[in-house]
């Protein structure tokens, strides 16, 4: 299954050209939240995580809010509308903006900044678990991507995980739960009323 990651590098349009960065390096993501799994996790994506060969053997459409009945441009395997280029930031995107009612509506949310972010959806081949003390959640780093499918521009973002990446995490969250219960210290009073926040944000979330 694919994975949709969001970033805010996004972006700058002119009349006729819009561009930005669909993923950024080195950067931990704000506490992402996975429905299917029900778990929170920050994660990472490393600059050897995206080569062009990955980039070559990739079908990468552009899209408005990852529909694909509203395609802006395309990067047909290195080549086509959709113009990619990797630097240290990042992958960063350009394309030629459509003269098609979908590229006039992308050109005038994006002026008056109703789209603020742009997500990119990938499969992982390499990735490293650790536990984010900080945010008391899972971190996945990324090292490898082994393929892209398509970069949006999005108006809310939409975050979702791999099978695999659920049972990773959880079983992550759940050990450390457990250390943390058989070893009782003033964090254990901070980690219940940080839990209940959480409820409180997934509350929010599954009636958004």
Not at 175 to 194: C, G, H, I, K
Request: overall charge negative; proline content about 2%; glycine content about 4%.
């Amino acid at each position: 299954m694919m994975e949709i990651r969001t970033t805010p590098e996004f972006s700058t349009v002119t009349e006729n050209k819009l561009e930005g960065y669909a993923i950024v390096f080195n950067r931990t993501s704000n506490v992402l939240y996975d429905k299917i799994s029900r778990k929170f996790f920050t994660e990472t994506i490393l600059p050897e995580a995206v080569d062009y060969d990955v980039i070559s053997r990739s079908d990468i459409l552009m899209l408005i809010n990852h529909n694909k009945e509203r395609m802006l441009a395309r990067s047909r395997f290195g080549e086509g509308s959709l113009k990619l280029e990797i630097d240290d930031l990042g992958v960063r995107f350009s394309f030629d903006i459509p003269k098609t009612s979908d590229g006039d509506y992308i050109r005038e949310m994006v002026m008056r900044g109703d789209f603020s972010g742009c997500s990119f959806a990938f499969t992982d081949e390499d990735v490293e678990l650790s536990y984010d003390k900080d945010n008391h959640c899972a971190h996945r780093t990324v090292k490898k991507i082994k393929q892209l499918y398509d970069t949006s521009i999005v108006i809310n973002p939409a975050y979702s995980a791999t099978e695999v990446a659920i049972r990773q995490v959880e079983d992550l969250v759940e050990t450390e739960e457990r250390q943390v219960t058989e070893e009782p210290t003033l964090e254990v009073v901070e980690d219940t009323a940080w839990k209940e926040e959480l409820d409180k944000y997934k509350y929010r979330l599954n009636n958004l």
